[in-house]
């Protein structure tokens, strides 16, 4: 199956300072790459995501990079802020079969934003 | 307007018991999954159903079993709790498969 790793596991920055946070998957078949973030006590939620025909994609401050042939994808925030202290997840989805597909996420990186 | 509502948010029971999760959505979607979050934050599908018939199945103990009485519900009922089961369990959503997915607040289970 589908193998997701993650890291850092841990990330802490200054405000203002950038953060990157990279991931590999070892299922070539995988062609969505979303990435979530998790509050504390909340459920996670979708920030970005990214398809494999493209290759980088940004939203204001975040961006997501995408390597197919090296089967990594990452991360970048820019002008860090300490709202964006979090868990950050990122995953992969392959089809599992039929029209089916299955997400396997990463082990989370938690990121904290120092003031 | 909560999208996906799960209830309880809080379960603390011994051993040996059972118990439920109930998981609504109001999002109109096709699809509702069951995540476990453990105590090391990793996110591991349980479940996943696509109008009321389960397509997805991982290698969870069959003390789980998932019911789904309309598309807009996904309850868990879990049999003869461990310790092990104690995890924060989610309830989520998409509209597209692989798409977006719409997480609930968690349920946070502890096994005394």
């Known amino acids: 199956g589908e193998n997701v790793e993650q890291h850092p596991s841990t990330l802490s920055v200054q405000e203002g300072d950038s953060a990157v946070i990279k991931c590999t998957y070892s299922d070539s078949a995988s062609n969505y790459f979303p990435w979530y973030k998790q509050e504390l006590g909340k459920g996670p939620q979708l920030i970005i995501d990214?398809?494999?025909?493209?290759g980088e994609k940004k939203d204001q401050r975040i961006a997501v990079t995408l390597n197919k042939t090296a089967k990594h994808f990452s991360l970048h925030i820019t002008e860090t802020q300490p709202e964006d202290s979090a868990v950050y997840f990122c995953a992969a989805s392959r089809r599992s079969g039929g029209s089916n597909y299955k997400l396997t996420f990463g082990k989370g990186t938690l990121l904290t934003v120092n003031p | 307007d909560t999208a996906v509502s799960q209830t309880p948010k809080y379960l603390v029971t011994q051993m040996g018991n059972d118990k439920s999760i109930k998981c609504e959505q109001n999002?109109?979607?096709?699809?509702m999954y069951w995540y476990k979050q453990d105590s090391k934050k990793f996110l591991k599908i349980m479940f996943s159903y696509n109008n009321k018939e389960l397509i997805i199945n991982e290698t969870v103990p069959n003390r789980f079993s998932p019911k789904s009485p309309d598309k807009a519900h996904l309850n868990l009922h879990i049999n003869s709790l461990e310790l092990g089961d104690s995890a924060v369990y989610f309830c989520a959503s998409s509209q597209t498969v692989p798409g977006e997915l719409f997480f609930g607040e968690g349920s946070r289970l502890t096994v005394l």
């Open positions: 999002l109109g979607h096709d699809t």
């Open positions: 990214i398809r494999s025909n493209v």
